[in-house]
Nanobody
Framework: DVQLVESGGGSAQAGGSLRLSCAASGVTYSSVCMGWFRQTPGKEREGVASITTGTGKTYYAGSVKGRFTISQDSAKKNVYLQMNSLKPEDTAMYYC????????????????????WGQGTQVTVS
C-alpha cells in the first residue's frame, strides 16, 4: 500500500525559508502525479504545487509561484517543497498527495485527483 510521510514543517519568520519533505513508499508506477496542498481551519484544501514524477514537469499556484519550488530526488521516492520568502498567509497544514495511477498532472490538480495522502505537517509563519 502507498504511504506518504511528510516532515520539515515548523515555525519561520516572514521572509524566511522552510523545506518540506514527503517520503513515498509503495508507489509501483514509474510515473505518478504528486502534489503539495495546504489547508487552514474552515477553508478548503488548496493545491500549492504538483509534479509529474516521470517527466519532472511542475505546476504552481499563483500565490506561491516564484517563491516555492517542488522537486524530487533521483530515485523519485521523495518529493520536496522548498518554501522561500515565506509570508504569514502561508501558515497552514501542508499535505503531500499522490495519484492512484500512472497519470501526468497536466496542470495544478485539485484534491479529488489524488488518492493517497500524508498526515500533514504544520507550517507557521509569523
Amino acid at each position: 500500500d502507498v504511504q506518504l510521510v511528510e516532515s520539515g514543517g515548523g515555525s519561520a519568520q516572514a521572509g524566511g525559508s522552510l523545506r518540506l519533505s514527503c517520503a513515498a513508499s509503495g508507489v509501483t508506477y514509474s510515473s505518478v502525479c504528486m502534489g503539495w496542498f495546504r489547508q487552514t481551519p474552515g477553508k478548503e484544501r488548496e493545491g500549492v504545487a504538483s509534479i509529474t514524477t516521470g517527466t519532472g514537469k511542475t505546476y504552481y499556484a499563483g500565490s506561491v509561484k516564484g517563491r516555492f519550488t517542488i522537486s524530487q530526488d533521483s530515485a523519485k521516492k521523495n518529493v520536496y517543497l522548498q518554501m522561500n520568502s515565506l509570508k504569514p498567509e502561508d501558515t497552514a497544514m501542508y499535505y503531500c498527495a499522490a495519484s492512484r495511477t500512472n497519470v501526468n498532472c497536466n496542470g495544478l490538480r485539485s484534491s479529488p485527483f489524488f488518492g493517497y495522502w500524508g498526515q500533514g505537517t504544520q507550517v507557521t509563519v509569523s
